[in-house]
């Protein structure tokens, strides 16, 4: 439950929560600075359907030492495992995490589970369908050029299209396009019904404000 000293929700939406907990929990607690370090690096990025973080929409810190703060993100985290379970967080693991191996985890799972849906057999090239849905978007570097984040953001999109997938595994891309179509439009039905869920959670527990039903 959100502090006493915190007299206004902490986070503004479900996906600014999941956001932030995420790459506080799951940073260093030691390294001094992390907290800002990882605020700041939300702000530069979108992960999904996760909202962007400006400066101007900062969530509520007030009365929160640092300590306090990580405290808080770690319980969110904890609520992703307490409030869902089996493919609906393994969605959130998959969207928002930042530990390569738990989201590796959340993937392979969401593969094993619905690869009997696919019309492509080959496992490993129904693995890549899915990793090319949740891969991480690029992000510029400090002082990087236009030109040189393009053709970053160029070679990650070449990494995970279907194109790349045929050529290494020998699977037809239309039958690639149709099998990750139909898993991503799965995966955000499911990714939806389970910000929906924890939502509602967070609202109760007072880390998101109440619904303005107006």
Known sequence: MASEAVTEPMFRSVGQALSIAFSVAESPASVKGTTD??????????????????????????????????????????????????????????????????????????????????????????????????????????NESVQDFNARRKRRELEWSTRSIEKEYGVGRSVLRRDQGMLRELFQGIETRALETLETAFIAAGLLPMPDND
Not at 105 to 112: G, K, S
């Open 37 to 142: 370090r990882a605020l700041k690096d939300l702000a530069e990025r979108r992960y999904g359907a996760a909202p962007r973080i400006d400066a101007d929409r900062a969530l509520n810190r007030d009365g929160l030492k640092d300590n306090e703060f990580r405290a808080q993100c770690v319980l969110v985290v904890r609520m992703v495992d307490d409030r869902l379970a089996g493919h609906a967080r393994d969605t959130i693991i998959a969207r928002y995490s930042k530990t390569v191996v738990k989201r590796a985890y959340a993937v392979r799972n969401l593969r094993d589970h619905f690869a009997s849906l696919c019309n492509t057999q080959h496992r490993d090239a129904i693995l890549a369908l899915c990793w090319a849905i949740y891969a991480p978007s690029v992000t510029a570097f400090p």
